[in-house]
Structures are given as C-alpha cells and as structure tokens.
C-alpha cells in the first residue's frame, strides 16, 4: 500500500470548515484512499473513501486531485466534539491474489477544534 | 460503531498469567482484523482472520501471541505469561465479505493492563 503524508497538528475555529490534506504521491490506480478518525482512545471511527471522484456523505466531503496524489478531507461545520486524530490511509481494493488487505494506520493528523 | 462488540473492556493480569480478548463481528461480517495500540502510539495491525482461517498474521509477535476466529463464536486473541510491555489497547475491527472494497468498523477496544 501506498505511504501517506499528513501534517502532525492542526487547529481550527468552532462552526468553520476544517481542511486535512494528505499527500500519496505514490498511490496506484488500483488503490483507494480513507479517512478515519480517533476520538481520545476510543475504537477508530470511518469517515469516507474514494477512488478518484469527490465524494461527500453526511460527516464530510473528499476532495482527491485529479492526478490522485494528494487529497483533502473537508469537516464543513467543525465542532469541539470532532477535535481527533484523523488518519489518511491508502489501500488497495480487494483481489483475487490478495484477497482482503488490513488498513495499515500512520501517525495521523491532530486536530484541535477550538470554540 | 454498536456493531462490533470488544469484552471485556478493561483487564488487569499480573506479569505470567494468560489474557483474553474476545471480538464479536458485526453480524454478518466474516472478516475480523486485531490492532494494538500502546500508550500515546498509533494503532499497529496484528492479524487478520477469515472464518477458521488466519489470513495475515505479519504483524503478531511469535511467541505468547495467538487469534482465532472459529465458525461459531467471537474471534479471541490470546496473550500467554503477560509481561509489562504488552500493556496497551486492543482494538478489533470486522468487514463483511461483499463488495470490491468496503470499510471496517471497529470495536471500542479492550485496555489490558499489567500489573
């Protein structure tokens, strides 16, 4: 699977958008880009996938470039309960040679929502 | 996630004696991986099962260490003569075995702590 780059901290405003990006330069066609998040010790949390379309759902929208290098994870209202550690993950799909792959966590982003 | 169940939530074993974590899938699910996760570190992949089958077992320790997921009943990952460095928080995650390329949900993690 792919490496991922993200910034280790971020702060930002109460009830603004909070912008995470991520950097898999390395990522190839066949690989998916999560997002998850960590709430203070608590079991890991999805947020979204997506293979090279925007995607959006009720807890955030996915912005990946088009040349699939990079990408951003958009919490449009944030609020202090979203103050985590998000993690930007890249992992192939599933495959008749490797079956169902575990999604491999680095040290994520901190964010800090502050009121 | 009310999905994926993780007991006991917290555990306390003197240094030699045996832990036991069980992991009960979302319902349906056949595919169940354990993660660990030591005190401010990130989450770090140990196993993953299939029904019966230990698919990737690349990131558990050989010795002490063992998982199952039998045809009936939880996954359990099983930690023999416990020592202080296995203290830490034990997170299980399942994904069903449909589609391309789905999410895991994870558990809320079992704390064992040794003492």
């Known amino acids: 699977d792919a490496k991922t780059t993200q910034p280790p901290s971020m702060d930002c405003a109460e009830g603004r958008a909070a912008n995470l990006p991520c950097n898999h330069s390395?990522?190839?066609?066949?690989?998916?880009v999560y997002w998850y998040r960590q709430i203070h010790s608590q079991g890991p949390q999805y947020i979204i996938h997506?293979?090279?379309n925007n995607e959006t759902n009720e807890m955030a929208s996915l912005i990946i470039t088009e040349d699939r290098k990079s990408s951003t994870l958009i919490l449009p209202h944030a609020t202090l309960r979203d103050t985590a550690v998000y993690y930007c993950?890249?992992?192939?799909?599933?495959?008749?040679?490797?079956?169902?792959?575990?999604?491999?966590f680095g040290s994520g982003t901190r964010l800090q929502v502050q009121p | 996630n009310a999905g994926v169940m993780q007991n006991p939530r917290h555990l306390v074993r003197r240094r030699g004696q045996e832990a036991r974590l069980r992991c009960s899938p979302v319902?349906?699910?056949?595919?169940v991986y354990w993660y660990r996760q030591l005190p401010e570190e990130g989450l770090k992949f140990m196993v993953y099962?299939?029904?019966?089958?230990?698919?990737?077992e690349s990131g558990m320790p050989k010795e002490r260490f063992s998982a199952e997921f039998p045809k009936e009943g939880p996954s359990i990952l099983r930690i023999q003569q416990v020592v202080r460095g296995d203290s830490a928080a034990y997170f299980c995650?399942?994904?069903?075995?449909?589609?391309?390329?789905?999410?895991?949900?994870f558990g809320q993690g079992t704390r064992l702590t040794v003492v």
């Open positions: 997506g293979l090279k």
């Open positions: 099962l299939q029904k019966e089958n230990i698919i990737d």
């Open positions: 995650a399942s994904s069903p075995d449909r589609g391309q390329n789905t999410e895991a949900f």
């Open positions: 993950i890249v992992r192939v799909g599933r495959s008749m040679d490797t079956g169902r792959r575990a999604l491999t």
């Open positions: 390395t990522i190839s066609g066949n690989e998916y």
């Open positions: 319902k349906g699910h056949s595919h």
